[in-house]
């Protein structure tokens, strides 16, 4: 694991000495918006036109933030007009990965061997952390976006003259919601099972932990009374949410020692992920091996020995009864 530095590659580890132990994320650096008209989005430049065969989509299996955009290209069925391929699991001292064309994971567009150096592609004196999703533009031989949060929404509203899906997932009407949601969601949740599992101080970890079981007891609350977290539509916060519930009984609870409860023991939160799991389309966008042995194998300082658990059994397919939310 690493970082480039004006174009060249450090291997190193968070530094969370600065921040007391605490684990803090930086922000994604490449924030431009592919627009149905190519016009500027909310940030960035403009002149990213959705059109189909241009943008590639590099993710990995195992990352929520990630996840989410496979998700969002599945359900707005957009597999036609946006390519994607995986990095390899294992993220070691040259950071993420490409594979061999056996294990489906080269990287299809360069053939390049790290992802780093596709970063460098498109900025060659980038300081930063590489991570994934990455969003490539094929004609402007560049990264649009490496920011999850921003691509779902492209995904969501920019490509409609290529999908006969029109289900919206930000719609106007709900944004103020979905926005507050997702403010608590992010900090609390999405990161807070990393600023339970990257911290390095004792008071960093507690404090990222209270705050995870306070919003996971409100959240499970909240889907007693609704089916999703805004009301009965589902909307992107429900993704957005969904993808940290999944990896949180396989992984998180053990490797990242966020232990009070497990998803397993919130009726509600349980019910409602296998509800979300069984959308059609989603479990195909689910690797669970590719989960489990990023975690544990990548981060040989929290896990030495990098052996990766057998279990736990999820059931996912088993029934769920959000249904009784409905009228
Ligand atoms: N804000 C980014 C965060 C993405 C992110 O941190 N991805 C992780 C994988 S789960 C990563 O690539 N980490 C590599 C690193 O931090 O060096 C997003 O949501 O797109």
């Not at 290529?162 to 919601?177: A, N, Q, S």
């Given at each position: 694991m690493g970082l480039l530095v004006e174009g060249k590659w450090v291997d190193q580890w968070y530094d969370t000495e600065k921040h007391g132990g605490r684990f803090v994320r930086e922000s994604a650096q490449f924030r431009n918006w592919i627009t149905a008209d190519g016009s500027a989005g909310p940030n960035g430049e403009g002149g990213f036109e959705a059109e189909p065969g241009r943008y590639h989509i590099y993710f990995s299996y195992a990352c929520p933030w990630a996840h989410r955009t496979l998700i969002f290209r599945k359900l707005k069925r957009l597999e036609e007009v946006i390519s994607v391929s995986p990095v390899d699991p294992d993220m070691l001292e040259n950071g993420w990965e490409f594979g061999d064309q056996a294990d489906g994971t080269a990287d299809p567009l360069f053939g390049s061997n790290f992802l780093h150096q596709v970063y460098t592609r498109a900025d060659a004196h980038y300081?930063?952390?590489?991570?994934?999703?990455?969003?490539?533009?094929?004609?402007?031989?560049?990264?649009?976006?490496?920011?999850?949060?921003?691509?779902?929404?492209?995904?969501?509203?920019?490509?409609?003259?290529?999908?006969?899906?029109?289900?919206?997932?930000?719609?106007?009407?709900?944004?103020?919601?979905?926005?507050?949601?997702?403010?608590?969601?992010?900090?609390?949740?999405?990161?807070?099972?990393?600023?339970?599992?990257?911290?390095?101080?004792?008071?960093?970890?507690?404090?990222a932990f209270e705050a995870l079981f306070q919003a996971l007891d409100e959240l499970e609350q909240r889907l007693s009374r609704q089916r999703y977290l805004v009301g009965d539509t589902l909307t992107e916060a429900d993704w957005r949410l969904f993808t940290t519930l999944l990896r949180f009984d396989p992984v998180y609870v053990g490797h990242f020692k966020t232990n009070l409860r497990r998803i397993a023991d919130y009726p509600n939160l349980l019910n409602y992920t296998r509800e979300l799991y069984q959308v059609p389309g989603v479990a195909e966008t689910v690797n669970l091996r590719h989960i489990k042995r990023h975690y544990y194998y990548s981060h040989g300082n929290i896990n030495p020995t990098r052996i990766v658990p057998r279990g736990p059994v999820l059931n996912l397919d088993d029934p769920h009864d959000r249904d009784r939310f409905s009228n």
């Open positions: 300081t930063g952390r590489v991570t994934v999703p990455v969003i490539w533009d094929r004609k402007r031989e560049t990264i649009v976006s490496n920011e999850s949060a921003d691509i779902i929404r492209m995904l969501n509203s920019e490509f409609q003259a290529f999908t006969d899906v029109d289900t919206d997932y930000y719609p106007k009407e709900l944004r103020e919601d979905i926005d507050s949601i997702n403010e608590m969601v992010y900090h609390q949740v999405n990161n807070g099972v990393y600023r339970c599992g990257f911290a390095t101080s004792q008071a960093a970890y507690e404090e």
